[in-house]
């Protein structure tokens, strides 16, 4: 799935993008699904579905409910459909390419953006959360519809997987690095639909609002080597959404 220029790249930038990771007829199920989801939410458990701040403060009231959904959490783990995803050979591919044979689901979810009421995920390395001990973690970030700087794409910084982790401070969403990078380091991701981004784990990324009427969701998925420590605890100890039989 990854040519060694993609995997060298990766290698040395912290990224690669892979053109036509799902196709149209997946993305269509991707999209009534998460309808499906967010129209009967008492289907699932309440730790899947993350709301906009500005509709649970009252602030804005969506015309329909999946219109003020930030993220669906744990997809992997609570969803067959996008379980899917995760085993498919080509996903298990760009992992295994990257990470060696032995790897499992780390963390799964939706990433929203609604228009109108979504606002900026600040800069972050994903690893601060983790804290994946050597950091062998990789992110797939699938655009579900057109994604572009108006409607909130993935901008990260070429190269920043390669020191470590950075000072991060706040909470919750907003946790997130102390110091925001130049503007000159800064690389927007605007993708087509299907396209991933492939990133390293402590690579910096952001998304700013999204300022158009137009949705702009994502997978994200993100994989691991299988002996990895976890803040102080094993990945066994910590448990995955989904394991794969490395042999
Ligand atoms: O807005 C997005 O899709 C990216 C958000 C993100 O990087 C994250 O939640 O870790």
Same mark, same amino acid.
């Given at each position: 799935m990854l040519s060694e220029t993609q995997v060298q790249q990766f290698t040395d930038q912290g990224f690669a993008l892979v053109n036509g990771l799902i196709s149209a007829d997946d993305i269509e199920a991707v999209c009534s699904e998460i309808s499906r989801i967010c129209e009967s939410p008492?289907?699932? /458990?309440? &730790?899947v579905i993350q709301h906009e701040p500005q509709v649970l403060q009252g602030e804005f009231k969506p015309e329909r409910l999946e219109l003020g959904v930030r993220k669906l959490f744990k997809i992997v783990k609570h969803n067959d459909f996008f379980r899917g995803f995760a085993a498919r050979a080509e996903w298990l591919d760009v992992a295994r390419a990257l990470l060696g044979p032995d790897v499992y689901v780390l963390q799964s979810m939706l990433m929203?953006? /609604?228009? &109108?009421c979504s606002g900026t995920k600040v800069w972050h390395q994903d690893n601060a959360y983790?804290?994946?001990?050597?950091?062998?973690v990789v992110g797939l970030w699938v655009a579900c519809d057109e994604a572009t700087v108006e409607n909130g794409c993935m901008h990260i910084v070429p190269g920043?997987?390669?020191?470590?982790i950075a000072p991060h401070s706040g909470?919750?969403?907003?946790?997130?690095?102390t110091d925001a990078p130049n503007d000159n380091e800064v690389l927007a991701v605007p993708l087509q639909p299907g396209d991933a981004l492939i990133f390293h784990g402590e690579l910096f990324h952001f998304t700013p609002p999204n300022q158009t009427s137009q949705r702009r969701r994502a997978l994200q998925y993100h994989y691991a080597a299988c002996g990895c420590e976890i803040g102080g605890q094993t990945w066994l100890d910590v448990g995955s959404e989904l394991d794969f039989d490395g042999s």
């Amino acid at each position: 799935m990854l040519s060694e220029t993609q995997v060298q790249q990766f290698t040395d930038q912290g990224f690669a993008l892979v053109n036509g990771l799902i196709s149209a007829d997946d993305i269509e199920a991707v999209c009534s699904e998460i309808s499906r989801i967010c129209e009967s939410p008492q289907d699932f /458990p309440a &730790e899947v579905i993350q709301h906009e701040p500005q509709v649970l403060q009252g602030e804005f009231k969506p015309e329909r409910l999946e219109l003020g959904v930030r993220k669906l959490f744990k997809i992997v783990k609570h969803n067959d459909f996008f379980r899917g995803f995760a085993a498919r050979a080509e996903w298990l591919d760009v992992a295994r390419a990257l990470l060696g044979p032995d790897v499992y689901v780390l963390q799964s979810m939706l990433m929203m953006k /609604p228009p &109108e009421c979504s606002g900026t995920k600040v800069w972050h390395q994903d690893n601060a959360y983790f804290r994946i001990s050597p950091p062998k973690v990789v992110g797939l970030w699938v655009a579900c519809d057109e994604a572009t700087v108006e409607n909130g794409c993935m901008h990260i910084v070429p190269g920043s997987h390669r020191n470590g982790i950075a000072p991060h401070s706040g909470d919750g969403d907003n946790y997130g690095m102390t110091d925001a990078p130049n503007d000159n380091e800064v690389l927007a991701v605007p993708l087509q639909p299907g396209d991933a981004l492939i990133f390293h784990g402590e690579l910096f990324h952001f998304t700013p609002p999204n300022q158009t009427s137009q949705r702009r969701r994502a997978l994200q998925y993100h994989y691991a080597a299988c002996g990895c420590e976890i803040g102080g605890q094993t990945w066994l100890d910590v448990g995955s959404e989904l394991d794969f039989d490395g042999s």
